[in-house]
């Protein structure tokens, strides 16, 4: 089995796939990826799955800008579709605090040339066969929005790094990274086997803080709860294919779901957990089940003037995962001091899915000196200084960051 | 007023469990848990007859103070009141001692028309339990179900798979029916339905209420003796074929095997 490599990368997620893609478009070298279960089988397989294109945030719109053209690269690369499903979103304002965002948003939208549109009571209505339109005083329609299955945007991002020569290694396990003279030397599996590279980018999620340890450094995040819940399939009140909405005043997002309608909600504050309790398997982690039904009986009042019978509304599923959130709920992307080839490009704050190809394609810039699309000045590892992301007090940070998030 | 009696039980979510090495158990308190898929098609059953007949639906668990959970659930579901079995006497208990504490608190319940199990358990996968309390109390018991089809003052009809048959009969109640998941499907939960189980009582039974002798049950008492527990090895021979010709050679010898 080879030994050496130019580029490792550690995680087969969306952020770690993305990456591995990029540099290889970029022939960056020879690079391995690598992950402890099956690609796209941990948090990437646990998302809402929204492509949201319109943000407030500076350099975010690039970002998902890039996702949408890595997800028409790759269906041309590998000659199969992604299932891109352009259903378009609505944003919904009933008060005067989420008005002024919605009024943010469709500045941002229009300034980069997004398609929106204000639509009437009676156009949402027609849309949303399951609202209360009477609930909503201004609706933002923006038509090309679009979701895609998390799992297999990630499988794509991956068969495509493969298509270009990115060796994978599903299934295996990284117990450190080796470091020499505070260079980059490369990694030990936990078969003791020891792989070389001058560079090594750790997106290894919620678990990157664990690989980083040893290494004395601190990424500035922590895993926080985020969930939805799946009613019962109701074709006719919830067609397929029909727009995602984000609702601020309820703190929620909907999106259909093959004749059910998926639910996100979030809790007035949200769950950090310390990465040290971390099961090397998702499936065996404890997101606190309670949540299923004590965060929805708290959020559920919120929601009920746009689904009135939200209380009695069979829920068939719910899912629950961790995001990499960040006290300033913007992404870690970038050179790790002060290891010299160390990188590491994780925090998705919940946006993995609509800003992963955009985040992978920062980091390859980054590892291979080239020219940042977007400024990467605020994505830095080391923006906050010295951080202990396993103290409670650092924990706490990054999931109020989650609990006040505005969009979806 | 009819009554139907529904068990169910806490068992592990993952198949990754750990196996006490003194006492050849289930670490039970070490894995997240489910209420077995098995049981809640029980309850299914047991509250689409109620619909029609108006007979009151009681959800009874032995097992730790966690499995109130599964009772919880059950009474989220519809079940209308929820008893849990628990005592540090119960721990460890084989399928004949698990029979004798359930039969016990049926007699306690008092008078019943159905009593309603799950086929099996994920983690035991011995499908004793149910039988075994229907011989403790000898009433007539009725595996394999596949529908109940008429329900009179004191019979049912219903009909149950018997390999590729189906074989219908009427059977005097109260008996005992197990239930499985081609049973029928299973209605989703409410949040409605969560809240009225948060604010319902759940009553608690130790072998004092039932009046069990403790010699009687529990690890100790247990005819089934666990000796050892190993994961099967499974191992495959693979061979990779080289070409067409190869692979056309073995389908051949299949076929044909003595040319």
């Known amino acids: ?408 | 007023m009819k009554r139907y009696i529904v068990f169910l039980k806490q068992v592990p979510a993952s198949t990754k469990v750990g196996i006490d090495p003194v006492t050849k158990t289930l670490k039970r308190s070490s894995a997240l848990t489910q209420t077995n898929p098995d049981d809640l098609y029980a309850l299914q059953a047991a509250l689409d007859l109620s619909r029609a007949t108006g007979a009151e639906v009681v959800a009874v668990s032995m097992g730790p103070a966690s499995a109130e959970e599964v009772l919880r659930e059950a009474l989220q579901r519809g079940a209308d009141r929820a008893i849990l079995l628990s005592s540090p006497a119960f721990a460890g208990s084989d399928t004949w001692c698990t029979s004798l504490v359930l039969a016990s608190a049926i007699r306690r319940i008092g008078e019943y028309d159905l009593l309603f199990f799950g086929r099996m358990a994920i983690d035991g996968d011995t499908a004793q339990v149910g039988p075994e309390v229907a011989g403790q109390l000898d009433i007539p018991q009725i595996t394999c179900l596949s529908a109940i089809e008429n329900v009179s003052a004191d019979r049912i009809c219903v009909s149950r798979r018997v390999g590729n048959l189906t074989q219908r009969m009427e059977v005097k109640t109260p008996c005992a029916v197990m239930v499985s998941r081609e049973n029928g499907e299973l209605a989703s939960p409410t949040l409605s339905g969560w809240r009225r189980a948060q604010a319902q009582e759940i009553t608690r039974w130790s072998e004092t209420d039932l009046g069990l002798d403790r010699s009687l049950i529990g690890l100790y008492a247990s005819p089934t003796k666990v000796v050892t527990t190993a994961v099967p090895q499974v191992t495959k021979n693979i061979r990779w074929l080289d070409g067409g010709g190869e692979v056309f050679a073995i389908i051949q010898s299949f076929v044909q095997p003595s040319c």
């Open chain 1, 1 to 408: 089995m080879e030994k050496n490599y130019d580029i490792i990368i550690i995680g087969g997620g969306l952020l770690g796939c993305a990456t591995a893609y990029q540099l290889a478009k970029r022939n960056a070298g020879k690079i391995l990826l690598l992950d402890g279960n099956e690609i796209a089988s941990q948090a990437s397989s646990r998302a809402a799955c929204l492509l949201t294109r319109a943000r407030t945030k500076p350099g975010l719109m690039e970002i998902v800008q890039e996702t949408y053209d890595c997800i028409e690269e790759i269906e041309h690369l590998l000659g199969e579709s992604l299932e891109l499903q352009q259903c378009g979103s609505i944003t919904i304002a009933s008060s005067e605090a989420s008005l002024k965002e919605v009024e943010t948003l469709e500045n941002a939208a229009t300034r980069f040339g997004i398609p929106n549109e204000r639509i009437t009571r009676e156009r949402t209505q027609e849309l949303l066969p399951w609202i209360d339109a009477e609930a909503v005083d201004v609706a933002l329609y923006m038509p090309t929005d679009a979701f895609i299955d998390s799992a297999l945007l990630c499988s794509g991002y991956a068969k495509a790094a493969a298509k270009l020569g990115v060796e994978l290694r599903p299934n295996c396990k990284v117990k450190e990274i080796v470091t020499a003279d505070r260079k980059i030397a490369g990694i030990k599996l936990c078969d003791d086997e020891v792989v070389s590279a001058p560079v090594v980018v750790n997106a290894a999620g919620a678990w990157a803080n664990l690989l980083m340890r040893p290494l004395g450094v601190g990424l500035p995040f922590t895993p926080v709860r985020s969930h939805f819940w799946i009613t019962e399939i109701d074709k006719k009140r919830f067609p397929a294919g029909h727009p995602f909405t984000v609702i601020p005043d309820a703190r929620a997002f909907t999106r259909s779901d093959v004749g059910a309608l998926i639910i996100g909600l979030r809790e007035s504050h949200c769950q950090a957990f310390n990465p040290d309790t971390l099961t090397e398997k998702l499936e065996d982690f404890d997101f606190n089940k309670a949540a299923k039904w004590t965060v929805l009986d708290e959020c559920a009042p919120l929601l009920k003037r746009y689904l009135h019978d939200i209380d009695d509304l069979p829920i068939a599923h719910y899912m629950s995962g961790p995001s990499c959130y960040v006290p300033d709920a913007f992404f870690i992307i970038g050179a790790v001091k002060p290891y010299e080839g160390l990188y590491t490009v994780t925090g998705c704050c919940g946006g993995g899915v609509a800003a992963g190809g955009g985040m992978g394609r920062l980091a390859a810039e980054l590892i291979l000196g080239e020219q940042p699309f977007v400024d990467p000045i605020r994505f830095a590892p080391e923006r906050f200084g010295e951080v202990n992301p396993f103290s409670p007090e650092f924990q706490q940070r990054c999931a109020d960051a989650r609990s006040n998030k505005k969009g979806g």
